[in-house]
Structure formats: C-alpha cells, structure tokens
C-alpha cells in the first residue's frame, strides 16, 4: 500500500475518474457537484489559483483505494482534506491518507486537518451522515453511507440542511406577519450588470456570514467566479437585496430551482445535458434551494424570506437550505422554526489528534 501527494493533469483526471466510477449507477447522486471540484482541481477561478493544492492518493498496486484533495489557503490557518473519497472497507488506507495530511499540514504550517472543507466555505462543507435516502440537491454535497465511519474517533462539528413542504413556510410568515419588515424595501438583482451584483453579495457576505464557523475572507469576484456558470439559468429575482430607509443594501437572499430534479442520477452529466434538461424537463422541478441568506437585522431577514415565498409563489411544492452549522443556534432555531427537523446532517472532521475519548 503507497501513499502520496502531488499535483498534475494526469493525475486529477485519475481522480476524476475514481468518482465516476466510484458513483456510477447511485440512484441519489447527481454529479453537479462536479463543477465545483472542477473549479479547484483545474485551477479554473482566482481563488483556486492562490490555494496550494495536492492530490493523495493510497493504491494497493494499481487500485485506488482512498483519495482527496489537500487544499492550504493561508488566510485559513488549516489543512483541508477536501473530495474525500473511498471503497468500502479500507480503514487502514483511509489512516495512511489521513497521516499523510498530518504530515502536509507540517510542512505548511497549518495547525490543524479539517475533512470536510472543499476549499472555502462558498463551495461546500460537509461529510453527508444521515439522509441518504434522497436526491442530492443542486449545490449540496454527497457522499457514501460509509464514510463516517472512516472519521469516528475524531472530533466532529456537525451541520444540517432543511426542507418543507412551502405551505408551512407561507403559514407561518402569515402568522409572522410584522410591520417592522414594512420598513424594509426589496429590489432584485440587475443581471445586465451581474458582476456588480455578485460583488454588493460578497460585501455583505463579509459583513454578515463571516462570522460563520470556519468562514475566511474573499476577494473581489470571489462569487462571480462561482456564480458566473449559473447565470444562464438565473433571473433578477434570484438575488434579492434588502435596503433601509436611506436605500442601502443591508441584506441579500439567493436562491435556485433544485436543477438536479430534472437530471438523471448515477453518472457524470454535461452542462450541454443541464441545458437541455432546463428546456425540456424543468416542469419535473418540485424544489425551490434557499441556497445563501445574510441580513444586518432580524428585519431584513423577515423582509427577504417573505419576498422569496412570494416570488416562489405556488410554483414549487418544496423549499430546501443549504447548510447551518448546529452550533449556530440563532440560525438554527430560525431554520428549525421555518422548516421544522433538520433533514440532512452533515460532519466536518478535525485530525490533529484530537480524538473522542
């Protein structure tokens, strides 16, 4: 058994191939996480560009047997073992990779290993725990049943998603029903000029979502890179800002059609494949994604979901979040009030010897 770390065309689309083959035939996996792993593995966004990146591979022969991504920005004073993947079984080679990532963690002078982090909050965390009897939602992660396991001496820091039926949403803001949300005025996205207004997003990201757990700071572009592919498929009111009463944004809500329910599951799709599903299969989408909230005030916050329920309107039977640390409790009690339980739960996972006694 070899373990090693290096970085090469060759190689990433070695590991490209272990994930298709690795999920080919899931029926509750759909690749579009792909363009986010994309994104890092090939360099395709500044933010890629300033990580240093290593592909780990453990092979037994010629047989890939666990893999990830080792991901060091220093703006976050970690190791990131970021697209882990595994066979089934293979506890001694997911412990030689995971020494591996100790030892690449020294030499670039992080002071701990986080599994689980794909490079930036922005394009995904989370090892899937528990939910794995649903469709993966577009810009959720997915994994298989058994990698926890892979991870459970260790310290965890566990998120979850959401999801409703959208009646109970629209039921409880009639109860809701606040005037201070009155004094807050919405204006939707100007795609025309959709750099600019993914920029006024990060801004407010950086005033307001920072102070997430394991958050560090963006540059400019930072969610036009990401966005940018989207837009096709987006319109104004999609990006939603709040304004106060002197006009200034002081919140945002960005949301999605759930793209995946209209694809096929179990294998590698194209963005030629999303386009033509968006033109002739988009009715099949029963799911709206509350994909990213920030506001300075609880009254932006009303404010924004209420504009969304409405924008929505009775068009998607379902609403789904992205994720929210458990440890977030204001968030989270928001979450649970809105949605109920959580419906998927997700780890993040530290190696730096600090395992559960």
């Given at each position: 058994m070899t373990a090693s770390s290096l970085y090469n065309v060759k190689r990433a689309k070695e590991f490209k191939k272990f994930r298709a083959e690795l999920y080919k035939g899931d029926a509750n996996y759909v690749s579009t996480s792909e363009f986010v792993l994309d994104s890092l593995l090939f360099k395709q966004t500044e933010f890629a560009c300033r990580c240093a990146t290593e592909i780990a591979t453990v092979c037994e022969g010629e047989t890939v047997l666990a893999q990830a991504l080792f991901i060091y920005n220093p703006r976050l004073p970690y190791l990131q073992v970021a697209f882990f993947d595994a066979l089934e079984n293979v506890q001694d080679a997911v412990n030689a990779l995971l020494r591996l990532a100790d030892e690449r963690a020294v030499h670039y002078g992080a002071k701990r290993v986080v599994i689980g982090l794909h490079g930036h909050l922005s394009y995904g965390v989370g090892i899937l725990t528990d939910g794995f009897d649903y469709v993966n939602s577009f810009d959720s992660l997915y994994n298989k049943p058994y990698y926890a396991e892979y991870f459970k001496e260790f310290e965890c820091v566990?998120?979850?998603?959401?999801?409703?039926?959208?009646?109970?949403?629209?039921?409880?803001?009639?109860?809701?029903?606040?005037?201070?949300?009155?004094?807050?005025?919405?204006?939707?996205?100007?795609?025309?000029?959709?750099?600019?207004?993914?920029?006024?997003?990060?801004?407010?990201?950086?005033?307001?979502?920072?102070?997430?757990?394991?958050?560090?700071?963006?540059?400019?572009?930072?969610?036009?890179?990401?966005?940018?592919?989207?837009?096709?498929?987006?319109?104004?009111?999609?990006?939603?800002?709040?304004?106060?009463?002197?006009?200034?944004?002081?919140?945002?809500?960005?949301?999605?059609?759930?793209?995946?329910?209209?694809?096929?599951?179990?294998?590698?799709?194209?963005?030629?494949?999303?386009?033509?599903?968006?033109?002739?299969?988009?009715?099949?989408?029963?799911?709206?994604?509350?994909?990213?909230?920030?506001?300075?005030?609880?009254?932006?916050?009303?404010?924004?979901?209420?504009?969304?329920?409405?924008?929505?309107?009775?068009?998607?039977?379902?609403?789904?979040?992205?994720?929210?640390?458990?440890?977030?409790?204001?968030?989270r009690r928001l979450n649970e009030h809105f949605f109920g339980a959580a419906h998927r739960k997700y780890g993040v996972y530290f190696t730096d010897g600090n395992k559960k006694g």
């Amino acid at each position: 058994m070899t373990a090693s770390s290096l970085y090469n065309v060759k190689r990433a689309k070695e590991f490209k191939k272990f994930r298709a083959e690795l999920y080919k035939g899931d029926a509750n996996y759909v690749s579009t996480s792909e363009f986010v792993l994309d994104s890092l593995l090939f360099k395709q966004t500044e933010f890629a560009c300033r990580c240093a990146t290593e592909i780990a591979t453990v092979c037994e022969g010629e047989t890939v047997l666990a893999q990830a991504l080792f991901i060091y920005n220093p703006r976050l004073p970690y190791l990131q073992v970021a697209f882990f993947d595994a066979l089934e079984n293979v506890q001694d080679a997911v412990n030689a990779l995971l020494r591996l990532a100790d030892e690449r963690a020294v030499h670039y002078g992080a002071k701990r290993v986080v599994i689980g982090l794909h490079g930036h909050l922005s394009y995904g965390v989370g090892i899937l725990t528990d939910g794995f009897d649903y469709v993966n939602s577009f810009d959720s992660l997915y994994n298989k049943p058994y990698y926890a396991e892979y991870f459970k001496e260790f310290e965890c820091v566990t998120l979850s998603t959401y999801r409703a039926e959208k009646s109970r949403l629209e039921e409880i803001l009639e109860c809701k029903r606040s005037r201070a949300s009155d004094k807050i005025s919405i204006r939707y996205a100007d795609m025309s000029h959709f750099a600019e207004e993914t920029e006024v997003m990060r801004r407010l990201c950086e005033q307001t979502i920072s102070k997430t757990y394991l958050w560090f700071p963006t540059d400019e572009g930072h969610f036009f890179e990401l966005m940018k592919d989207m837009k096709p498929f987006l319109g104004c009111k999609n990006l939603i800002f709040a304004l106060d009463g002197n006009g200034r944004e002081i919140g945002f809500l960005f949301w999605h059609p759930d793209y995946n329910r209209m694809l096929r599951t179990g294998r590698v799709c194209s963005m030629a494949e999303i386009a033509a599903s968006y033109v002739f299969k988009r009715s099949r989408i029963d799911t709206a994604k509350l994909n990213a909230v920030g506001s300075l005030s609880y009254a932006a916050t009303l404010a924004l979901i209420e504009e969304f329920s409405f924008i929505t309107g009775k068009k998607f039977k379902y609403v789904e979040t992205n994720f929210v640390w458990d440890n977030n409790l204001p968030s989270r009690r928001l979450n649970e009030h809105f949605f109920g339980a959580a419906h998927r739960k997700y780890g993040v996972y530290f190696t730096d010897g600090n395992k559960k006694g």
